[in-house]
């Protein structure tokens, strides 16, 4: 067999990595495979494909290249296949596959073809499968679309034919296992070290914070963050649906929702979840997302001694944050007057964070927002700090400057009672940074 460099299609290279992992299959000893675990389990079948590549035609490989034959045998056979090259890569942060010849990866803030495909959709659809098997989920096409996550916490989302296409999609939305901290942040200029001050004593005074944002503007990276300064010793509960806060508490307990079984019965909802942990003497309750009628009771539990919970929610501004809100109360069948829908909301909400994803990729909280009250049928809100876009640079990137308005917020007797104290000078109308 000629060599698979450059003299050589890539096709015979996978048909000889195809080959040897049938082998390999059928080589394995179930029994002996399910005694042995993690790096020992794949030392010992590294051993076995090394020795089928002797016997292959894969003698006439230089190094490097049975290296990586080696390497994709055994990612294959353990791994995601082809995916796990580019979870390897901390770089990439989302990957989007739209069938098996596309694969699109976003480094930077910038969406770039990769050179990864998959043999046939086939193929694909046996890595998704092994992906969501592996958190208890399924998909085929009585539930053709699925959200799962990855060891490391990623976000995974599959939808698959007959709803897609042009073969199964997968939208992989990175959670490293080392997440994003505080200092990172800082140093990316997502927001100045007042905006932290004031961030910082808000989650220790425990008052309730909704981040609001749009797609990939870095909601559950900042909830994250924020969730790291609550107390050690407060009890915590977290629902998602699929499971990727990453809190650094000792006392949090974590739920899951769960989608419908083959007979479409079984599912355990956000809802369901929310009710429940109301039960379960929580101090904080954090919701990953809301998008449906578990709103109302997470504002009720804000209202009812659950005081410091936190959720996320999708919206373009801290005002549209809250018409959602009153939409998906509504979404749950409750007849409530607009009024009493609204006094829920301000009653209940303290601080609204806006993150945003400006041009050209960089993440922003472009506004922390106080609400403080109502008059006659409306939420008043009043900005604390804002991030206004001037431009974009060179490079296409936006550029701007973070804003604190002068208001000082009207929670302050709140923050003081907690014992936290912030300087009269962090709430001073000014320029605080700019990019």
């Not at 020992?40 to 990586?68: G, K, M, P, Q, Y």
């Not at 803030?109 to 050179?115: I, R």
């Not at 990939?216 to 969730?227: A, F, I, R, Y």
């Not at 400006?358 to 106080?370: A, D, F, V, Y």
């Amino acid at each position: 067999m000629p060599r698979p460099s450059d003299k050589t299609p890539e096709k015979e290279f996978e048909e000889l990595k195809r080959r040897i992992h049938n082998k390999l299959v059928d080589k394995l000893d179930v029994t002996r495979v399910g005694e042995l675990q993690g790096d020992t389990l794949r030392r010992e079948i590294r051993l076995v494909v090394e020795h089928l590549c002797d016997s292959e035609e894969a003698t006439l490989l230089n190094r490097a290249e049975r290296e990586r034959l080696i390497e994709e045998v055994l990612d294959e056979t353990f791994g995601f296949g082809p995916l796990e090259m580019l979870l390897k890569d901390n770089g990439i942060s989302d990957i989007l596959i739209n069938g098996p010849k596309s694969v699109y990866i976003e480094r930077r803030g910038k969406l770039e073809k990769s050179t990864v495909t998959f043999r046939d959709s086939k193929h694909l659809l046996q890595i998704i499968d092994r992906i969501v098997s592996r958190v208890g989920r399924r998909v085929d096409e009585a539930c053709p679309m699925v959200d799962a996550r990855l060891p490391d916490g990623s976000r995974v989302n599959a939808i698959i034919p007959p709803l897609a296409l042009d073969g199964p999609c997968v939208s992989i939305r990175r959670f490293g296992a080392n997440p994003l901290k505080l200092e990172d942040l800082l140093n990316y200029k997502a927001f100045t070290p007042e905006m932290v001050m004031l961030l910082e004593g808000s989650i220790k005074a425990r008052l309730n914070v909704i981040i609001s944002g749009g797609t990939g503007s870095g909601k559950t990276t900042l909830l994250n963050t924020l969730s790291s300064f609550i107390p050690n010793h407060d009890r915590v509960i977290t629902i998602e649906d699929a499971a990727e806060l990453q809190l650094q508490q000792e006392h949090v307990v974590r739920l899951e929702t769960r989608p419908p079984n083959i007979d479409g019965k079984g599912a355990i909802t956000a809802t369901d979840l929310v009710k429940n942990a109301l039960r379960m003497r929580p101090e904080r309750v954090i919701i990953g997302e809301c998008r449906g009628p578990e709103t109302l009771d997470m504002l009720q539990a804000m209202n009812t001694g659950h005081e410091g919970s936190m959720t996320t929610l999708h919206a373009n501004t801290p005002r549209d944050a809250i018409a959602r809100i009153e939409t998906m109360i509504m979404m749950g069948g409750v007849e409530l007057p607009l009024k009493a829908m609204r006094q829920q909301i301000a009653s209940a909400v303290d601080l609204i964070i806006q993150a945003n994803r400006l041009q050209g990729g960089p993440r922003k909280i472009t506004s922390i927002t106080e609400v403080v009250g109502m008059e006659q049928d409306t939420v008043v809100m009043q900005d604390v700090y804002r991030y206004l876009q001037t431009g974009v640079d060179e490079t296409g990137r936006a550029i701007g400057r973070f804003e604190a308005t002068g208001i000082r917020p009207s929670f302050m007797d709140r923050l003081e009672s907690a014992g936290v104290r912030l300087p009269a000078s962090a709430f001073r109308q000014r320029t605080m940074l700019e990019d």
